[in-house]
């Protein structure tokens, strides 16, 4: 019998989603137990770090719910055999990168960690466990973990005691937050998703939620129905930046104005005005990988037409930070040997500390490609991380942007951080060599002002005459 209530849960998995996935679920949830566990014992040191400045990601707010209810009901924890036997419920929030080599590298995700996770689930797991999928899965991939636990109970049932009453239930329910907002996001979500056989876990679940969320925002599938719509989400959501970052293209071409354009088509309520900020092309560890996952899919059941479809919106986002860099160089007379620019951001969007897939790595490259030094500056990305991601490249990494500007032929916006606004242009004007270019790839700049201090300016989808 399953009726009884969830007062345990140990997520797998202490990063983006897993650390603050369970710091809003403890906070609204104090009679429930949560540990969240992880093999990265760095990791988890810092989570447990006294200083909440010093917490592994930065996300707004996420400090705060920290505070209170770390050590409360809150605990991470490198000991994952025993938060695992205490669980009534486990997420599974590890990581799911494309696959590097082998069968579909390059499209396919790779699942070891998800298969590892199981199978420690499996081995140490008592009695009734609802095992949920929170990281972003191929559909189907609930079959494959079903089938790692059930073939560990049968196997050890005959040995091992604690085993003969050893049962699982998976569901599915995607993450949908977004990095920079989670906390916004977690605390209101648009809907919450849950895929499951079993009506009685999926009620488990769904009383939880519902100790914050609205019940009419969740949403109950079958497993396959919630695995996918994770998929199709992010795929929507990214072909939206394809599409607007292809008309900036030709808005630049003709003389339109992209800010212009987004603003005509979303007031039409039907298209809708968010999603719409042309800039240097998606980053982020998601939207590529999910993308390439779901072109795998459809190639896998024969749908190549389908599978091209998808696949185009990461050729124009690839095409788009090309683009960007070949008109940088080409402004700064076409060629970059001897000269200095600066980078301005290095995370993948604002409000976050994380650097996977962003842009300013590949237009950094494209552009030291071409003889550039660069010199690099973030409000949020340690120096340490920003040189893993330039191995070995001509870059100096910067604490402050005005020592950053020194000297530089160009500026190139890559983040649209809000204290770019802020920052004391004249002097940076000063400080440059000129003709003294900026790139805002972000539209983030009020560039009237910057025009009169003496600056050249291009700006993505607009008309760029200096
Ligand atoms: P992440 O790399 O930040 O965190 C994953 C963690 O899992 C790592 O710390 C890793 O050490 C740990 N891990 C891996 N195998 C383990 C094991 N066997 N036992 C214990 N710990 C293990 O990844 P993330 O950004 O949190 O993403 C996790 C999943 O959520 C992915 O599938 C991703 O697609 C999905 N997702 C991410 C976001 C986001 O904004 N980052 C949003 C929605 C969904
Ligand atoms: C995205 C989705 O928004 C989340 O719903 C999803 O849960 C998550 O992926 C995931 O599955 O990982 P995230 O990648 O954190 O979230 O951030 P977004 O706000 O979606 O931005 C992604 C990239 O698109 C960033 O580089 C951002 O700058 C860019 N972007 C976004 C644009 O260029 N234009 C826009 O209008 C919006």
Redesign the pocket.
Known sequence: MVNNKIKNICCIGAG??GGPSMAVLAKHCPNIKVNVVDINEERIRLWNCSDLKKLPIYEPNLDEIIGKCRGVNLFFSNNIKECIEQADMIFLSVNTPTKTKGIGAGYASDLKWIEASSRQIAEFARNHTIVVEKS?LPVKTAETIKSILNSSTLIKKNIDLHNINKTFSILSN?????????IK?LENPDRVLIGGEDEESIKKLSKIYENWVESEKIIETNLWSSELS?LV??AF??Q??SS??SISALCEATGANIKEVKKSIGTDRRIGN??????????????KK?ILNLVYLSRFYGLNEVANYWEQIILINSWQQKRISELIIKKLYGTLSEKKLAIFGFS???N?N?TR???SISISNHLLDEGARLNIYDPQVSGKQISENLVDKEIDIFMNPLEAAKDVDAIIIM??WKEFNKLDWDQIFSLMRKPAWIFDT?LCLETDNLRNIGFNIWSVGSNNEN
């Open positions: 983006y989603v972003t995607p993450e949908f937050l977004a990095e920079g907002s989670a996001d994770k989400a992010n959501l990214a939206r930046i607007i970052n968010k999603f719409l900020e042309a800039g240097p092309g998606f980053g982020g560890s998601c939207f999910d993948f969007k604002a976050t994380d897939e962003s842009p983040t649209e972000r």
